[in-house]
């Protein structure tokens, strides 16, 4: 059973960037889709970013678009969201998730099947 782990979260200014990290551990870790989620408190879990296995399918929220990417170093089981231009509203628990049955909707964490534990993300004014 694959395992996620998230890491790079923390408090930033406006304007700001940080590098979230989502490392795989357990058995061979090919996926699908691999997904970022964010969850502001309150708020349900909304659809970030999702990359395909070769890298060669790109998906971004509107909201991210231009701000943010994502990549993956599948020598090193490890995918990545760069966030630039931080925004208070970007304030939220990320998640990454992977979905392996071959969703089409990448946007709907329903169809993600494993999750890490989070990491969380503050942008202050």
């Known amino acids: 059973q694959v395992q996620l782990v998230e890491s790079g979260g923390g408090l930033v200014q406006a304007g700001g960037s940080l590098r979230l990290a989502c490392a795989a551990s357990?058995?061979?870790?090919?996926?699908?889709?691999v997904g970022w989620f964010r969850q502001a408190p309150g708020k349900e879990r909304e659809f970030v970013a999702a990359c395909s296995w070769s890298g060669a399918r790109l998906y971004y929220a509107d909201s991210v678009k231009g701000r943010f990417a994502i990549s993956n170093d599948n020598s090193r089981n490890t995918v990545f969201l760069q966030m630039n231009s931080l925004k208070p509203e970007d304030t939220a628990v990320y998640y990454c998730?992977?979905?392996?049955?071959?969703?089409?909707?990448?946007?709907?964490?329903?169809?993600?099947?494993?999750w890490g534990q989070g990491t969380q993300v503050t942008v202050s004014s």
């Open positions: 357990g058995l061979s870790f090919t996926y699908y889709l």
């Open positions: 998730a992977v979905d392996n049955a071959g969703a089409t909707t990448y946007y709907d964490p329903a169809m993600y099947e494993i």
